[in-house]
């Protein structure tokens, strides 16, 4: 096992919260996004089941009588979050009901709409899913509920098929995804990598797509590149390229990744999002449709 | 009696209910309040700390000394261009330091971009992170921090609350370290408008979409936004890196555009509204300035406001706007 791996296994096993969620931070309190994904990446490497419960049951405690997850203690509403954590409460029979109602309620909000303008060339009138009600569809909560609806067996919905829309739809110009608009004003916008791989893990089964095969070549470029990229983005890029049998960086390049600063090397959130990058992909609840 | 950031929000949260309910209605035109800001030139590879330390000095009124500070940079975005879309970690930097040397408690420096994620990357990428590993300054991820609420005292836009990140409701001043950009949605960015990264994402999501659309009319959302959040956090103090400024399609596709100034002082409608006018732009024009003019966040008429430092005329430029902005320069 390379070393990092059994370091970072340790450092989630050590910074667990009396409450049984993780931090996104060593100083911060359990929320449900970092605590899902430790929950995935124990899981994935067949490691501590007792805290993967324990990090469930954090999890199910935010959900509220609506279905939705609140993100962390002190919000009163549930986000786009709680989609990416119901992601994983669907990969376990004891949580799978949990994930249906967050999926049902994922389904309740309509997001805003809007027609197309010269301003901004995305179709507004399509609907994905949105970060809070009231507000427009973008990249990454859609990304999620469409990872989501397939956990959750409704990956033929309406909604998801629009969702899927919706993304393809987002794609900028030069291949790739961002947090969500593509033109704005005359303006080709760029890519970033995490939100591209959430993107082309969610549109799993669409293979050829002139925005699947761009997006493709913008992470292997950008794995090629090399540095900068913080783990969160490096392992949400290699689960998408692993899931499309390509490569990603090397798991050495992931571990020098988490000593990258202080900070990072004590993220639950970061050092989980690196175990799953290097996880077998089918224990990987963000990885549908199997790798072909 | 002195009150200090985090009294002054726990007395004033009981106005923001009244403030609600009665509406605020839109200025056209400058208060006629006076305001104070100071202009100085300023280069990233100059004694910014003695720049910007002398700058502090020259508001008394500003008070230091053991107090909790949260530097708050603009902190947008990476790209692969060298389009100048951050604040310079070379300003960031020499801040913290011109207020350790004032006797400062602890500095942080936070903030919560607005289409990223992963704000990792970008500290990385922009160069900031390594510049406060160097300097010894904690960064806190304002996105994914804890949080808190307080009563909206602006009560211009539905939010009849703020979440607010913890670091930024624990800090006794927080200091808006903003980046010289024109705007595509709001004219410019300045002061003011770098606060809309005080707001965290995992509250409001990324982009904090319903900030832009929670005013009315639906023009005036996201400068009724801005105003609400200045005068509800109350930021004590504004420095605009106007060194190397953003012209054009900014905040982030526009080109650099470079003044060699820096525009500070405690209060920040004042601030940016003299940022503004070395832009080549008229105060009044930007909506949120109005706003902020009202509330009493500084004056913005450029006349009256007491300017110390150096004269606007030596850094004057006329920032290139988009066609729908070109309003921003009539009188």
Known sequence: MTDWISTSLDLLRSTVQDDGGWPYYASGGSAVEPTAMAVAALHAHQSDAPRVEAGLRFILAMQQPDGSLLPQAGQSQGTGLGMAAGIVLAAHPASRAAADRVADHALSWKPETAPRTEDISNDGSLIGFSWIPGVFSWVEPTAYGVLLMERTGRGDHPRTVEARRVLRDRAVPAGGWNYGNSIVLGSALEAVVMPTALVLLALGSDRKGREVTGGVKYLEQEAAAGGGHSPLSLGWMNLALRARNREGVSADHLGDALKSSPRIAVSPWHHAMALLAVAPLERIPFVVGGAS | ?331
């Open chain 2, 1 to 331: 009696m002195t009150m200090n950031r985090r009294e002054f929000l726990r007395t004033t949260a009981a106005g923001g209910a009244a403030a609600l309910l009665g509406g605020c209605v839109a200025p056209v035109r400058p208060t006629g309040t006076a305001g104070r800001a100071l202009v100085t030139g300023a280069a990233y590879d100059g004694n910014l700390v003695e720049t910007i330390l002398a700058g502090l000095r020259e508001f008394p009124e500003l008070r230091v000394r053991g107090k909790s500070i949260l530097l708050k940079p603009n902190l947008v975005e990476t790209t692969p261009s060298d389009r100048p879309i951050n604040t310079h970690p070379s300003i960031v930097v020499a801040t913290a330091e011109a207020l350790r040397r004032m006797d400062a408690g602890r500095i942080l420096v936070g903030d919560g971009p607005g289409h990223r994620r992963d704000v990792e990357q970008v500290l990385e990428q922009s160069g900031l992170g390594a510049a406060l590993r160097e300097a010894k300054l904690d960064f806190v991820d304002l996105n994914h921090d804890a949080v808190g609420t307080l009563p909206n005292t602006g009560g211009r836009t539905n939010l009849a609350q703020l979440y607010l990140p913890r670091t930024v409701l624990s800090a006794d001043l927080v200091v808006s370290l903003a980046k010289m950009k024109t705007h595509h949605w709001a004219g410019a960015t300045l002061t003011m408008k770098n606060c809309f990264g005080l707001m965290p994402g995992i509250v409001y999501g990324w982009p904090k979409n319903v900030l832009h659309r929670a005013g009315s009319p639906a023009i005036a959302s996201i400068d009724q936004s801005v105003a609400d959040i200045v005068q509800t956090v109350r930021p004590g103090f504004g420095i605009i890196d106007g060194v190397v400024g953003m012209e054009g399609d900014g905040p982030i596709m526009g080109q650099a555009r470079p003044v060699g100034c820096l525009v500070m002082g405690d209060q920040l409608a004042s601030v940016d509204a003299t940022g503004a006018a070395i832009m080549g732009f008229q105060p009044h024009r930007i909506r949120y300035l109005r706003y902020g003019d009202a509330a009493g966040l500084g004056g913005t008429n450029p006349r009256i406001i007491a300017q110390r430092g150096e004269r606007i005329d030596r850094f004057r430029s006329e920032f290139a706007v988009l066609p729908r902005f070109e309003f921003l320069r009539q009188a």
